[in-house]
């Protein structure tokens, strides 16, 4: 009796430390939490540190005394919360390093909590707890994302209809809650898995060696390192845009972005190894890469010849001033042999509010409007006579939206707010019906890619339901003109992949023909180095000549991407040497009639 007594203290002193540890690591990783993800300075180093530390120690505990800690009153469902706030660490990691090794290990740690049911328990108890109920949930909401950003489409699919199904048990254990704001993040997430379908057949979006690099080119871009170049090593993604297609804080045409700014080890996409798990919750190998926790994950999951991947930060729905604060600290940490690129999808002026709707000061938006362009004629930044025309009528045109007039101030965001920052080099795409106004943009010559005003397409179904045109065409090129000619993605593999394989040889004569070009403006000629920026250069070409070709709008006017400076005319849309490519591409798809090629084009192609 006294044995037992013995045994129950012992383990009540183990539990109670347990709690300790919990504690002290909890308020370490509420710190890391509310750092802004962008953080990277010694302060988030130090906060980083402490927190992987606590949880090493608190993870190592409950590993060595998990028999006591049972027998004292530890609830399994504990040990998963601990697995998924150290799933949150790294994957923090990732958002502001973009290292995809601690999205693997994030991975791993969700992997775990679901293979191991570490939740179950508590769901099934004969008094739920609510809170433990929303906890999983927004456990599986992250297990997702990471899924997702892994290209496990599989596991995306289960996370899926487990979410579904566990919200509907929701609504029966808990009927007087209402899972309102759940039930709809199931359907964005339908949503937005039903919109990315299309590139089931596809490779994955990020830059891979096998695929992106041409070989043929390598001798003419390596004349460029004589003179200045540039690479890039951080990126700012943001979209703001009507009923745009979200999960969670990541929207479609971001993730989309952000995917393209990676690089896909050597052939395919990331795998896992599987893991024996032990009775006491540990990883039977203990080899782990992070050193922080003894977790395991094999040496050929990363690539080493690979460079690392350009830092993101992507910012959902932000004011104007918090995505030039944002800006401003990336700039300030810029080398100046590195190139900051800044995407922005927003929408134009028919997302706004109308001009008649009040601020939060009670003045008209059309006063907010007129203010603002006092305070613009008084500026050093402020526009020449020249472009009058363009800021009439309360600037209507001028800028691009980022939110409704009425959240605390104009949330318009105008080409001169970011004249401040070409004093470092930029990169700009600006994905909106009103990018032309960028065009106006004053400083440094920054390199500039604007989509078009106008949408095309052989029938308007699934434009809105695919993300952003212009995006799609920069990220997924092939799919795109799939979606443009109408035709569906799902077609037999061998046909996809000549697709894939004409639209390659094209984009690799082109890339010869850009680097080798005597009329390259300089800006151009110093990140053309870069294999990312080069890319999306290379499909903006596709793009342009792809739109002015098609003929379904009958003319040009606003159908039209551009870019400034302008490239060399010898990729223009009128030139021999992409409308052939574009000709072979629709002729092997059978959509040639929807194209208006040269006559020239047609009669040296249907003599051969």
């Known amino acids: 009796m006294a044995e037992e007594d013995d045994g129950g203290a012992v383990a009540s002193d183990d539990l109670a430390q347990f709690r300790s540890l919990v504690h002290a690591a909890d308020r370490k990783f509420a710190r890391v939490r509310d750092l802004p993800p962008w953080a990277r300075g010694p302060v988030h180093l130090?906060?980083?540190?402490?927190?992987?530390?606590?949880?090493?120690?608190l993870w190592q505990f409950q590993q060595q005394r998990r028999r006591e800690l049972l027998a004292g009153g530890l609830r399994r469902w504990e040990i998963g919360d601990i697995a998924s706030r150290i799933g949150q660490l790294y994957y923090g990691q990732y958002q502001r390093t973009s290292e995809v090794r601690f999205l693997l290990e994030a991975y791993v740690?969700?992997?775990?909590?679901?293979?191991?049911?570490?939740f179950e328990a508590a769901r099934a108890a004969s008094a739920p707890d609510l809170k433990l109920w929303y906890k999983e949930l927004r456990f599986y909401v992250r297990f997702l994302i990471v899924a997702l950003l892994l290209n496990r489409t599989d596991e995306v699919r289960q996370l899926a209809d487990r979410l579904r199904a566990l919200v509907e048990e929701s609504k029966a254990a808990f009927p007087a809650t209402n899972f309102k704001e759940w039930k709809q993040v199931a359907q964005e997430i339908s949503r937005f898995l039903k919109a990315?379908?299309?590139?089931?057949?596809?490779?994955?979006?990020?830059?891979?060696?096998?695929?992106?690099?041409?070989?043929?080119?390598?001798?003419?871009?390596?004349?460029?390192?004589?003179?200045?170049?540039?690479?890039?090593?951080?990126?700012?993604?943001?979209?703001?845009?009507?009923?745009?297609?979200?999960?969670?804080?990541?929207t479609l045409d971001t993730f989309r972005m952000l995917q393209c700014l990676e690089w896909e080890p050597s052939g395919s996409s990331y795998q896992l190894p599987k893991k024996e798990s032990c009775e006491n919750g540990a990883f039977s190998d203990q080899s782990g890469t992070s050193g922080l926790i003894d977790i395991n994950l094999a040496a050929d999951l990363m690539d080493p010849d690979l460079p690392p991947n350009p830092r993101k930060a992507v910012i959902y729905h932000p004011s104007v001033s918090h995505l030039l604060a944002v800006t401003a600290?990336?700039?300030?940490?810029?080398?100046?042999?590195?190139?900051?690129?800044?995407?922005?999808?927003?929408?134009?002026?028919?997302?706004?509010?109308?001009?008649?709707?009040?601020?939060?000061?009670?003045?008209?938006s059309k006063s907010s409007k007129a203010n603002h362009a006092s305070r613009k004629k008084d500026s050093s930044l402020s526009q020449p006579a020249a472009d009058d025309t363009l800021n009439s009528n309360t600037n209507l045109r001028s800028y691009v939206c980022l939110g409704s007039q009425g959240t605390g101030g104009s949330n318009n965001l105008y080409p001169e707010d970011l004249v401040p920052f070409t004093r470092k080099p930029l990169f700009l795409i600006i994905d909106s019906e009103n990018s032309q106004a960028f065009k106006a943009e004053r400083g440094e010559t920054s390199a500039l890619l604007l989509s078009h005003e106008k949408l095309l397409s052989v029938s308007d179904t699934g434009l809105t339901s695919s993300g952003s045109q212009f995006t799609y065409f920069l990220t997924a090129p092939l799919q795109a003109f799939y979606q443009l000619v109408g035709l569906s993605s799902d077609v037999e593999d061998d046909a996809y992949s000549n697709a894939e394989s004409l639209l390659s040889s094209a984009l690799a004569e082109w890339e010869v023909?850009?680097?080798?070009?005597?009329?390259?403006?300089?800006?151009?000629?110093?990140?053309?180095?870069?294999?990312?920026?080069?890319?999306?250069?290379?499909?903006?070409?596709?793009?342009?000549?792809?739109?002015?070709?098609?003929?379904?709008?009958?003319?040009?006017?606003?159908?039209?991407?551009?870019?400034?400076?302008?490239?060399?005319?010898?990729?223009?849309?009128?030139?021999?040497?992409?409308?052939?490519?574009?000709?072979?591409?629709?002729?092997?798809?059978?959509?040639?009639n929807l194209f208006q090629f040269r006559d020239s084009i047609r009669d040296s192609l249907q003599s051969r």
Not at 109 to 118: H, K, L, P
Not at 210 to 229: C, T
Not at 346 to 355: N, P
Not at 542 to 562: K, N, Q, T, Y
């Open 196 to 250: 990315d379908a299309s590139s089931k057949i596809s490779r994955p979006l990020r830059y891979n060696v096998m695929f992106d690099a041409h070989p043929s080119s390598v001798p003419h871009i390596a004349r460029f390192h004589a003179n200045r170049v540039l690479r890039l090593h951080d990126a700012l993604l943001t979209s703001y845009c009507r009923n745009e297609i979200k999960l969670a804080e990541l």
């Open 329 to 364: 600290t990336i700039c300030e940490e810029l080398s100046s042999d590195s190139i900051l690129l800044i995407y922005i999808s927003a929408s134009g002026t028919t997302d706004c509010s109308v001009a008649s709707q009040k601020d939060f000061h009670g003045k008209s």
């Open 513 to 592: 023909a850009l680097c080798t070009s005597n009329s390259l403006d300089q800006v151009w000629a110093q990140v053309l180095s870069d294999p990312f920026l080069r890319r999306l250069i290379l499909r903006f070409i596709f793009c342009r000549a792809v739109m002015s070709l098609f003929c379904s709008s009958g003319d040009s006017a606003g159908h039209l991407p551009e870019c400034l400076p302008n490239l060399p005319e010898s990729l223009s849309p009128e030139s021999a040497v992409t409308q052939i490519y574009i000709h072979h591409l629709a002729e092997r798809l059978g959509v040639s």
């Open 109 to 118: 740690f969700y992997e775990a909590i679901v293979s191991r049911g570490y």
């Open 46 to 57: 130090l906060h980083c540190r402490k927190a992987f530390k606590a949880y090493t120690r």
